[in-house]
């Protein structure tokens, strides 16, 4: 099973900063990898697919990149929505495995 | 709208049975893969199985095989999860989910989930 790790924890940042997560995973998933927001009581939304594809109706200040086994989801500009948990999902090989998670949080 | 529903979810007790049903409308359901993802609430997301099409390719998470069974109807557009013998690390919440497209197992559509819970 591929291994998927979020880093950081917890990142604080205040509005209107950049935030940047990275995702490693434990052996290479070339470029099958998502990203989701989940805020509380909410199910996840799709963000990011194929590392670095926006999914519909995602704002353009999120984006993705990497391959193998770095990625970023990286966004520009953060709005009071954006505070939430991020989850990175390789679907590559064996079972599907998702990342613990990144709580981005109001500095 | 597209959209998931899912049902079948409650309380049970250690070594019993639930079968969740999840209800697709809006798209194409009888050409989609569909998957089982599981939060226990406050944590992380867990993979538990998948179904093609056509019923006939199925995988398992390890912690599901030999327990759950997934299954669909397309003529009912539902697909299903039959698990048994639930052990108390089966709890939380199940969601029905759509993958983007074939060979893009990344999940545009969720259901709102439906809520296991196995305890005494």
């Known amino acids: 099973e591929i291994v998927m790790t979020q880093s950081p924890v917890t990142l604080s940042v205040s509005p209107g900063e950049r935030g940047t997560l990275s995702c490693r995973a434990s052996q290479s998933v070339y470029t099958n990898l998502a990203w989701y927001q989940q805020k509380p009581g909410q199910t996840p939304r799709l963000l990011i697919h194929s590392a670095s594809t926006r999914a519909t109706g995602v704002p353009a200040r999120f984006s993705g990149s990497g391959s193998g086994t770095e990625f970023m989801l990286t966004i520009s500009s953060l709005q009071s929505e954006d505070f939430a948990v991020y989850y990175c999902q390789q679907y590559n090989d064996g079972p599907i495995t998702f990342g613990q998670g990144t709580r981005l949080e109001i500095k | 709208e597209v959209q998931l529903v899912e049902s079948g979810g409650g309380l049970v007790q250690p070594g019993g049975s639930l079968k969740l049903s999840c209800e697709a409308s809006?798209?194409?359901?009888?050409?989609?893969?569909m998957h089982w993802v599981r939060q226990v609430p406050g944590k992380g997301l867990v993979w538990v199985s998948h179904i093609n099409s056509d019923g006939n390719t199925i995988r398992y998470a390890d912690s599901a095989k030999g327990r759950f069974t997934i299954s669909r109807d397309n003529a009912k557009n539902t697909l299903y999860l039959q698990m048994n013998s639930l052990r108390a690390d089966d709890t939380g919440v199940y969601y029905c989910?759509?993958?983007?497209?074939?060979?893009?197992?990344?999940?545009?559509?969720w259901g709102q989930g439906t809520p296991v819970t196995v305890s005494t």
């Open positions: 809006g798209f194409s359901f009888s050409t989609s893969w």
């Open positions: 989910a759509k993958p983007v497209g074939l060979g893009v197992a990344a999940f545009d559509i």
